[in-house]
Each structure stands twice: as C-alpha cells, then as structure tokens.
C-alpha cells in the first residue's frame, strides 16, 4: 500500500499555554520555518541547516509534533525519517481572557519578534552580496500613523490581500516567476505611546 502525502493545511492555532510556550523557542520556529520552506527533511540535514546537533533538532521535532505543528512524512530508512509542518501558517490569540493563556500568548510574540529581527540583522549583514537591483528592492522604513482600532484592523486585512496572491507560489514552486527569491514581509503594527504626544485616546 502506498501512503500518500498529505495535504498541508493553511493554518493551525495554538490554543493551549503549553503549546504556546512549547512554541516560543527559537530553534523551533526556525525549524518550523523551514520545514514549510524546503521539508521534507529529516533531523540530519535539519542539523545541517540550523547548525544544531541531529540530537537537539530531533528533540525539537517530537516537541514540535507533540503540539501538531510537525509530523512525519512518507519515506526514509530506518531511524532517518523526515519530517514536515502540517501548516503554513502557525497563529496564536492576540488577547485572551484566559490569563495563562495572554501571557504565553505575548511570551511567543515576543520570541518571535525577537527572531524575525535577529534574521533582519543577519540579512543587513549581507546584502552588499546582492545584486544592485535587489538592495534598491528591499525596503526598511517605519511611518507612524494616528487610527482607531478599527482602521489599524482593516489595513491589516487589505495588506493580506495584497499579499495573498504571491503566497501560493510558497506552495507551487511552478508558480514562482524566474528570477525570484525568498523574501521575508514583516508587518508589525503597535501602539507607539513614546510617540503618541496627547490625547492619543488609550484612555487613559
């Protein structure tokens, strides 16, 4: 009987405070990360492209499949089997009654904050390698403006639309046009009170 492979879902949501401490670990984002990128793989080439023991990132694996996040895959030979993310997308509560839960909730989006701007860095550090045309491409920039939460919602919904038509090509590497490369969109939207000046209606 042959297995066939999966379909990846959109996205999973992580609910459960353990999950969501389980989660804001960096190695696990990152493994999670590029298992959707280029997995299947197994813990192996997972040490070869993180830098970590084959021990750490198959400890981190199982983590990761605890809490449904990663599975194993169809294929391998004994002990070396792949692995891949069962979603594309992984999300989390932005408030939650539930006090364990809005703190492990904030504790990820701060890990994972702290990650995206460590890969940031690191591109920064290399992007003199990149073709002219690219660092012209590349934006890094900030623009601070006055709206209610309502408005700050809807901006967030029509920036996904915008950007929802190139995230099929993650999917369907036919889809990708020649000449292109990964890149990183972080969009990261908070209310500045060092900036805000008066009356910056927070109510208070």
Known sequence: MTEQPQEQSHSIELT????????????RMT??????????????R????????????????RMLAKYGLVEQAPGGKGREKPWRATARFTAWPDHSEDAAVAQAA?????????????????????RQALPAEWREAEQFDDTLLHLTPGELTELGQRV???LRPYEEREA??????????????L?????????????????E
């Open 31 to 44: 493994l999670v990360g590029l298992l959707r990128a280029n997995g299947p793989f197994t813990a192996t």
């Open 172 to 185: 369907d590497p036919a889809r990708r046009p020649e000449g292109s490369l990964p890149v990183a969109v």
């Open 16 to 27: 459960d405070p353990r999950a969501l401490r389980a989660y804001a670990h960096p190695t």
């Open 160 to 162: 996904q639309e915008l």
């Open 46 to 61: 997972a040490a070869e492209l993180t830098g970590e023991s084959v021990a750490s990132c198959s400890y981190h694996l």
């Open 106 to 126: 904030d504790a990820l989006t701060a890990a994972a904050t702290e990650l995206h701007f460590q890969r940031v860095l690191k591109a920064m550090g290399r």
């Open 187 to 203: 969009r990261i939207a908070f209310v500045d009170r060092e900036m805000g000046g008066q009356g910056d209606g927070a109510g």
